[in-house]
Every structure is written in C-alpha cells, then in structure tokens.
C-alpha cells in the first residue's frame, strides 16, 4: 500500500503547478523496448462467419495467445498497465463497434494487482457490412492492434491483421472462428438481474447486490472487479458476505477523492459449486449511492402531486367501484340532509381513507425496514388476509340484497345522519374502500410510490396520504360544495332496487377473491374458504328468518348465526396453510416461461430480447392488461416472429427475487412491464425500457418493432 501510495504522489507532483493540483493517477507503468525474437504474444483476427452477407452484422474476433508468465490486460488494467487497442482500416461504407471484453482476471504483480488475461483470450468487435457491398470478390478486412504485455517487465507490441472473406448473399455458414468466438461471447459480462447499492467512507467501499434465493454453500468466490480505476484499492482483500439478502462486498477505498466515487460500475464474477464443477457467471453492475433510487429525480411535491393524480385514477378503476357504488348510493341519501352533516359524513370519509392509509403505509415501512421484501398490495399476499376481505365483501353484498341488516339505514352504515353512528358508518366505508384499492395500481402511482419507499419515514408518509387524498376527493369535494351536489338525483324508491343491484358486483369480487385463493392456496384452501362463505350465508338467513319469531328463537337463530359465523372464520387459517396452485397461466396468448434472475441473466446473455410481466392474481389492473393486450394473437405473432422470450414474474405471493427486481426499477408493486431488448448488433447490451402501466396491444407491438428491437 505505501508503494502505492509513493508511486501516486509521484505522478501527482509531476503534474501539479503552483496554482492547480492533479487527481491521482494510477502508477506509471514502465515500457521496455521489445527485446530480440518471438513476440510475447501472437495474435490473430477470427471470424464467427465463414462469408460476408450484404448489410449484415457478424462478430470478429482479436485472439491473443499470450507467452506463459506473461499477461495482458482488461479495460481497466488495474493498478497499472494499459488495455490492448485495435485501429481498423475497412473498406468505405463498413462499420466497427468497440472492443468486448470478456471476463477478466485479477493478476498480483508484487503489491499492486491488474486486471487481464493471461494463456489465452479473444476480444470482440461487432463489424457491419454495408447493403450494397459488391458479390462475389472477397473483402480483406485490416486493422492495427496494440498491446502492452507484461511479466516483470512490461513490452509494448503492434502487428497489422487482416481477415479476407468472400461476399456472398444469404445466411453465412460457420467461420473457423465461430466456436472459439461463441465460447468468448458466453464469457462476456451480461447485465446483473439484481440491483446494487454503494455505501462509502473515507477508509471502504461497501457494495451491496440485492440476489435473494442465493445458496451460500453453492458459492465458492465472489470478485468484483471495478470499471475504472481509483474508487477501490485493487490489491486489498474483498471481504465477502452472502444471506438470504444477497451479496455485501466490502474493499478498501482507492486514491480518487471521495465525492469522485459516488457511483460505482464494475463487473461482478460469481463462481457456483455444481456437480460438474465450478462455473462463473459475470455480470456487469451500477452500484448506486444509498439514498439515491431510480425514481428520486423527483421532488417531494413532485411524487405527492403524482400520488394525488394516481389517487383520484383509483376511483375509476374495477376493484373501487363496488365500494364506491355504496358510497355514491349513501350521498345520495344524504340529499335531505343538511348541510353540516354532509360534511361531516365527507370528513369521516376522509379521515378513514387517510387513517387506513397511514396504517398500511406505516406497517410496509416498519416490514420493509425489518429485511422485508415488500411493496404495495403487500397484505394481499397473504391468502389469510384475501380470504378475510372476500368475506367482508360478501357479507356487505348480503346485506345490500336484505338478508342481513347492520343498523337501520341503507347499507347499514349509519342509523341516522346525525348520529354519530353513521359518521363511523362513513368512515368504515373509507377504509374499506382503501383496503379495496390496494389490489389496483392506477396510472403515476408506480413512480410515487417507488420513490416514497427510498425516502425517510415523514416523506414517505407523505406520499402515501396524497394517495390517499386523491381517492377520497371526489366524495370529499361533493360534500363540501353544496351546487354540485344538486347534480345527484332525488332519493326515492329506486334506492332500493339500485341498492340489491349493486350486491352483484360485490359478489363479482368475491368470487375473484375466491380465484385469487386458488391460486394462493390451491383447491382445498378455496374449499375451504367456499364452505365459510356458505356458513355466512346461513347465519345471515338465519338472522333474516329470526327477526320476526319468537324472543326464544331468535335467541337460537342468533346462537347458531354466531356460531356459524366463528366457524367461518376458524376455517381461514385452515385454508390459508394449503399448498399454492401450479397453475401456469391461462388459456391463449403468447407462451411464457416463469421468471427467476437466473433465468432472465440466461437469456440477457444470449443476447435473445426479453419481455418480463410483473404481476399477481390480486392486481386487477393486471388482470385487466393480460386480457386486453398480453393475451392477444397479434401480440403473440410479434413475440413469436422477433424471438421475443416472454417471461412471467407472478407476485401473488411474497417474492424476495420479485421484490428485489421490482425494486432496482424503482417500483414497490405491480403491474411493471419491462422489454429487455436483443443484444445482437450491439456491442453493449442496451438498458431495459419500461411500458406504461395501463397497456393496448399496439403500446406493446410499437415496443417490439419499432423502439426497441
């Protein structure tokens, strides 16, 4: 380390003047003229084609055989070197793309440490012919490589390449290359499916890859290997952790400056225990400084002003209209009532959409601070709690139908207006309809949402009552403006018949509910659950029958209701512990493959384009998507005719992979949409594009051909 340090202040006193101070350099490496005979390193450009097809692309390939002892070096040498360079000379109209580098190695040199290879490497570049290349005569393809070689000594060497190939249209066959430039390419860093956060001090750098499901025991060595010089100190020991969490690598801090470091790219190489051996895969990541998400470019008024957009959406959509239904059919109940009290009925309202919401959003923030990888919908996940609001549904569609009466007014949320009764009555309606909500994400919500989740507890809260807001002000503004609310109808007798009507839709989400058991608890969990919906049919029947018999029987019938009612939910937990369905999708559509991170970073690595759906059988607007556009033949002719791998994330159950992923878009929920696009013709994998939340087919179809592919 102290030659290091030396070494550094060397270079940095060279290039200081009396008035401006260098950043550091890495240390200067000394050149030695190439001594008599054999280079150290042979080099010879392959081809993966065998002919060049007119406007087609095809990977070259700069193999390096390097003497034994001897290295060179990757993109970022490390503490010292130089990467190799190639100066092509094509004909007019041919293009080059830059050098790939594949995986590299770490190379001790004394107490320093470089970054290279060594034996043996190939180092890629994309050409792309030009459509109107003439047939026939062969292309001669030249370019000038350097390179810098070192043992303990270092040698600059050059040599001029060049590869001749025939043009020839159609598909090309095989070059003598091809297997030597697969095995590179495989070799070849591909995005990281997990994110990374960067904590740094002045003494280390701590990275931290969020890859739940990791084995630790399959994991023989993590090494990462950092984009450019300085941020981390090369040659110090990576302190390596894996838990259910993922990967924490710490390093000690390099020579640049702190603020210099705040973010951190590099290349992470995991080497697993397989029965065949140990395999390594590369990834290239971006670790980002803790605190900063993908979504916090938006301010704290910014994200509340998306939520409040995204909460007043909510009342639109299908899993809020049947509480809202309720709601619309009280105020309309209300009309007679005086000013005052509407009012109050729309604060109660209010406060319960805003109190409900406070109490999700305080329970996501304190589970997510334990270790948990959650995000909104989160109580959704969990079969005991769908179950538990099927049954409150289906006991509010009793009551709307008559067989059951909870106090002495419509609906049986209030027993008078002016009671205080029918305040709570307005506020329950307020939380239910919150709890309602939660298994739609309307249009602005994601963004919001995903930036409350990386933001300090107030902020945080913040934002989620802006939801919140959002969804109780329509309800909010006709209570306090007296001229809209001569806009509503005169209550009168088809309250009633509207009131039974609008049980059906409450039945319509029981029996989704219902569905979302299957696929939670599979088909003795929605035994389970049918058989408690009919014990709360039979109380509700029972308490119907009673109210006009005699006191004794209603004594019996309200015994025996309860006792069904406690039965019913007895049967919950029950229900709750079976197994999840296995069910892979519905009927039509593009097929699709089910997501894991080692799946999706297969697929990235061979370059195929990818479509991932982030979803749950709780997410209506999910539903929705699938039905109008996931599930349409034009769109599975397009997935099938680009070679598009659809890949489906189901997050009806909690998911720490899915969370993770969700999470490095800075999303806390679903529905997320993601295209991966192809890597062929590109020489850098391009980032992954995000579609909108609501989706047609043609946002879809425009995706894949047109901005993407």
């Given at each position: 380390?102290?030659?290091?340090?030396?070494?550094?202040?060397?270079?940095?006193?060279?290039?200081?003047?009396?008035?401006?101070?260098?950043?550091?350099?890495?240390?200067?490496?000394?050149?030695?003229?190439?001594?008599?005979?054999?280079?150290?390193?042979?080099?010879?450009?392959?081809?993966?084609?065998?002919?060049?097809?007119?406007?087609?692309?095809?990977?070259?390939?700069?193999?390096?055989?390097?003497?034994?002892?001897?290295?060179?070096?990757?993109?970022?040498?490390?503490?010292?070197?130089?990467?190799?360079?190639?100066?092509?000379?094509?004909?007019?109209?041919?293009?080059?793309?830059?050098?790939?580098?594949?995986?590299?190695?770490?190379?001790?040199?004394?107490?320093?440490?470089?970054?290279?290879?060594?034996?043996?490497?190939?180092?890629?570049?994309?050409?792309?012919?030009?459509?109107?290349?003439?047939?026939?005569?062969?292309?001669?393809?030249?370019?000038?490589?350097?390179?810098?070689?070192?043992?303990?000594?270092?040698?600059?060497?050059?040599?001029?390449?060049?590869?001749?190939?025939?043009?020839?249209?159609?598909?090309?066959?095989?070059?003598?290359?091809?297997?030597?430039?697969?095995?590179?390419?495989?070799?070849?860093?591909?995005?990281?499916?997990?994110?990374?956060?960067?904590?740094?001090?002045?003494?280390?750098?701590?990275?931290?890859?969020?890859?739940?499901?990791?084995?630790?025991?399959?994991?023989?060595?993590?090494?990462?290997?950092?984009?450019?010089?300085?941020?981390?100190?090369?040659?110090?020991?990576?302190?390596?952790?894996?838990?259910?969490?993922?990967?924490?690598?710490?390093?000690?801090?390099?020579?640049?400056?702190?603020?210099?470091?705040?973010?951190?790219?590099?290349?992470?190489?995991?080497?697993?225990?397989?029965?065949?051996?140990?395999?390594?895969?590369?990834?290239?990541?971006?670790?980002?400084?803790?605190?900063?998400?993908?979504?916090?470019?938006?301010?704290?008024?910014?994200?509340?002003?998306?939520?409040?957009?995204?909460?007043?959406?909510?009342?639109?959509?299908?899993?809020?209209?049947?509480?809202?239904?309720?709601?619309?059919?009280?105020?309309?109940?209300?009309?007679?009532?005086?000013?005052?009290?509407?009012?109050?009925?729309g604060l109660a309202y209010t406060a319960g959409i805003l109190v409900c919401f406070a109490a999700l959003a305080g329970a996501l923030l304190a589970l997510r601070a334990g270790g948990a990888q959650i995000g909104w919908g989160f109580q959704l996940q969990s079969p005991l709690v769908v179950m538990a609001l099927a049954y409150v549904l289906f006991t509010l569609g009793l009551s709307l139908s008559g067989f059951l009466v909870i106090g002495g007014r419509l609906t049986g949320l209030g027993q008078g207006l002016a009671a205080w009764p029918g305040y709570a009555g307005s506020f329950f309606t307020g939380a239910l309809?919150?709890?309602?909500?939660?298994?739609?994400?309307?249009?602005?919500?994601?963004?919001?949402?995903?930036?409350?989740?990386?933001?300090?507890?107030?902020?945080?809260?913040?934002?989620?009552?802006?939801?919140?807001?959002?969804?109780?002000?329509?309800?909010?503004?006709?209570?306090?403006?007296?001229?809209?609310?001569?806009?509503?109808?005169?209550?009168?007798?088809?309250?009633?018949?509207?009131?039974?009507?609008?049980?059906?839709?409450?039945?319509?989400?029981?029996?989704?509910?219902?569905?979302?058991?299957?696929?939670?608890?599979?088909?003795?969990?929605?035994?389970?659950?049918?058989?408690?919906?009919?014990?709360?049919?039979?109380?509700?029947?029972?308490?119907?029958?009673?109210?006009?018999?005699?006191?004794?029987?209603?004594?019996?019938?309200?015994?025996?209701?309860?006792?069904?009612?406690?039965?019913?939910?007895?049967?919950?937990?029950?229900?709750?512990?079976?197994?999840?369905?296995?069910?892979?999708?519905?009927?039509?559509?593009?097929?699709?493959?089910?997501?894991?991170?080692?799946?999706?970073?297969?697929?990235?690595?061979?370059?195929?384009?990818?479509?991932?759906?982030?979803?749950?059988?709780?997410?209506?607007?999910?539903?929705?998507?699938?039905?109008?556009?996931?599930?349409?033949?034009?769109?599975?002719?397009?997935?099938?005719?680009?070679?598009?791998?659809?890949?489906?994330?189901?997050?009806?159950?909690?998911?720490?992979?899915?969370?993770?992923?969700?999470?490095?878009?800075?999303?806390?929920?679903?529905?997320?949409?993601?295209?991966?696009?192809?890597?062929?013709?590109?020489?850098?994998?391009?980032?992954?594009?995000?579609?909108?939340?609501?989706?047609?087919?043609?946002?879809?179809?425009?995706?894949?051909?047109?901005?993407?592919?």
């Amino acid at each position: 380390m102290a030659l290091r340090l030396l070494a550094a202040a060397l270079v940095v006193g060279m290039l200081t003047g009396s008035v401006l101070a260098a950043e550091p350099a890495r240390a200067p490496t000394v050149k030695t003229p190439a001594p008599p005979g054999p280079p150290k390193v042979t080099v010879t450009l392959l081809s993966e084609a065998a002919s060049i097809e007119p406007g087609a692309s095809f990977w070259v390939g700069l193999r390096q055989r390097i003497a034994p002892g001897w290295h060179t070096y990757w993109t970022n040498p490390g503490d010292s070197g130089e990467p190799p360079t190639i100066d092509w000379t094509l004909p007019t109209g041919w293009e080059a793309g830059p050098l790939v580098f594949p995986q590299p190695e770490r190379i001790p040199v004394g107490p320093l440490m470089s970054y290279g290879y060594t034996d043996e490497v190939v180092l890629l570049t994309r050409l792309t012919a030009p459509a109107g290349v003439p047939t026939g005569a062969p292309v001669t393809l030249r370019g000038h490589a350097a390179w810098l070689v070192c043992e303990k000594i270092c040698i600059p060497e050059e040599a001029e390449v060049a590869l001749t190939l025939p043009v020839i249209p159609g598909k090309a066959a095989p070059g003598a290359g091809a297997s030597a430039i697969e095995r590179t390419r495989r070799a070849v860093p591909g995005p990281s499916p997990w994110p990374a956060a960067l904590r740094a001090t002045p003494e280390t750098v701590t990275v931290s890859v969020a890859a739940p499901g990791l084995e630790p025991d399959r994991i023989g060595e993590v090494l990462f290997f950092a984009g450019r010089w300085g941020v981390i100190d090369h040659a110090a020991v990576q302190e390596v952790s894996i838990d259910r969490d993922g990967i924490t690598l710490r390093a000690a801090r390099g020579l640049l400056p702190e603020g210099a470091g705040s973010d951190l790219d590099g290349v992470l190489v995991i080497r697993e225990k397989l029965d065949q051996g140990f395999v390594s895969q590369a990834f290239t990541i971006k670790a980002t400084a803790a605190g900063r998400a993908s979504g916090s470019s938006l301010s704290l008024l910014a994200a509340m002003g998306l939520a409040l957009a995204g909460g007043l959406i909510l009342n639109l959509m299908p899993c809020v209209l049947p509480v809202l239904s309720i709601k619309a059919l009280e105020l309309v109940g209300h009309a007679e009532a005086s000013p005052g009290a509407v009012r109050r009925h729309g604060l109660a309202y209010t406060a319960g959409i805003l109190v409900c919401f406070a109490a999700l959003a305080g329970a996501l923030l304190a589970l997510r601070a334990g270790g948990a990888q959650i995000g909104w919908g989160f109580q959704l996940q969990s079969p005991l709690v769908v179950m538990a609001l099927a049954y409150v549904l289906f006991t509010l569609g009793l009551s709307l139908s008559g067989f059951l009466v909870i106090g002495g007014r419509l609906t049986g949320l209030g027993q008078g207006l002016a009671a205080w009764p029918g305040y709570a009555g307005s506020f329950f309606t307020g939380a239910l309809a919150t709890v309602a909500a939660t298994p739609c994400t309307a249009p602005f919500m994601g963004a919001a949402v995903g930036y409350a989740l990386t933001q300090p507890p107030v902020a945080a809260l913040a934002v989620f009552e802006a939801l919140g807001l959002g969804l109780a002000l329509p309800f909010l503004v006709l209570s306090l403006v007296p001229a809209w609310r001569g806009l509503l109808p005169r209550p009168g007798p088809w309250m009633a018949r509207l009131s039974q009507a609008l049980a059906f839709p409450l039945y319509a989400s029981v029996a989704w509910l219902v569905w979302v058991v299957s696929r939670q608890a599979g088909p003795d969990g929605v035994a389970l659950v049918l058989v408690g919906l009919l014990l709360i049919a039979f109380g509700a029947w029972l308490h119907h029958v009673a109210r006009r018999a005699a006191p004794r029987w209603r004594r019996v019938a309200t015994g025996l209701a309860l006792v069904s009612a406690a039965t019913a939910i007895a049967l919950a937990p029950l229900a709750a512990a079976g197994p999840p369905s296995t069910a892979t999708g519905g009927p039509g559509g593009a097929a699709w493959e089910p997501f894991s991170p080692s799946r999706l970073a297969e697929l990235r690595a061979q370059g195929r384009p990818v479509f991932v759906n982030f979803t749950a059988a709780w997410c209506i607007t999910c539903l929705v998507n699938e039905r109008v556009a996931l599930r349409s033949p034009a769109v599975a002719e397009t997935f099938a005719r680009q070679g598009v791998v659809y890949l489906k994330a189901d997050w009806t159950s909690r998911s720490a992979e899915i969370a993770s992923v969700l999470g490095s878009f800075g999303r806390s929920g679903v529905p997320l949409y993601v295209v991966y696009p192809s890597r062929a013709g590109r020489t850098v994998a391009p980032e992954p594009r995000v579609l909108p939340q609501i989706l047609s087919e043609g946002t879809i179809i425009d995706a894949i051909e047109k901005e993407i592919l």
